[in-house]
């Protein structure tokens, strides 16, 4: 596509419940990053999707989120029994290369979790 | 630890100011150096990339200092249009790879 695509743009969920966000990325972008912002808050590293390699999950900020990358392009962040600081805005990112060209961005889901 | 740290601001400047935004980063194997906006709600864009020996785009200049780990944007004849948040965005390296780490943004706000 000509633009990375997130899906949804907005969700509400009820506390405890699991979601499931998109991004599809440019077409040919082999990275794919997923961040988080928090209201008034910068973006927090999420997890790091390279090619065919092991992603970097190390911004991950508890084993309730997992995030999958199937066949190198579309990625889903899976946020299971969501807490009410999981409110937040979910971007995604993809880049042609590693970071050093910069990314471009989704214009992400906005979570909240009542 | 912060790995990147901008002055929030907000920066309050009339049209035509010419106004500075200053960033450092912790990690000195950092790679790549940009520049971010992002307005109100919506997904960060990229400014501009930060080179070594400085780099111009417009009213727009970035500079990078290696030595003191240190990043800078300097705006010029500033219009009403350029009202954003301005993120400083470093590489980082750790086992697993690279990601860019973002810093939490200078706010500027231009006025007639």
């Known amino acids: 596509g000509a633009g990375v695509s997130q899906s949804p743009s907005n969700k509400v969920t009820e506390k405890g419940k699991d979601v499931e966000l998109r991004c599809d990325p440019i077409?040919?972008?082999?990275?794919l990053y997923w961040y988080r912002q928090s209201l008034g808050q910068g973006l927090e590293f999420l997890i790091y999707?390279?090619?065919?390699?092991?992603?970097?999950k190390s911004g991950l900020p508890s084993d309730r989120f997992s995030a999958e990358r199937t066949g190198g392009s579309v990625s889903t962040l899976t946020i299971q029994r969501t807490q009410q600081e999981d409110s937040a805005v979910y971007l995604c990112?993809?880049?042609?290369?590693?970071?050093?060209?910069?990314?471009?961005f989704g214009s992400g889901t906005r979570l909240t979790v009542v | 630890r912060k790995e990147v740290e901008q002055d929030p601001g907000p920066f309050n400047v009339p049209e035509g100011a010419t106004v500075a935004f200053n960033c450092t980063y912790s990690?000195?194997?950092?790679?790549?150096f940009f520049w971010y906006r992002q307005d109100c709600r919506k997904e960060p864009k990229l400014l501009m990339s930060?080179?070594?020996s400085g780099n111009e785009d417009g009213r727009f200049t970035a500079q990078l200092n290696r030595a003191s780990q240190y990043i800078s944007l300097l705006i010029r004849d500033s219009k009403l249009s350029d009202s954003a948040t301005y993120l400083c965005?470093?590489?980082?390296?750790?086992?697993?790879?690279?990601?860019?780490?973002f810093g939490k943004g200078t706010t500027l706000s231009v006025s007639s």
């Open positions: 990112a993809s880049s042609s290369r590693q970071s050093s060209y910069g990314y471009t």
């Open positions: 077409s040919g972008h082999t990275a």
């Open positions: 999707f390279q090619g065919n390699s092991a992603p970097d």
């Open positions: 990690n000195s194997a950092s790679q790549s």
């Open positions: 930060v080179y070594s």
């Open positions: 965005v470093v590489n980082f390296w750790n086992q697993a790879g690279t990601a860019l780490i």
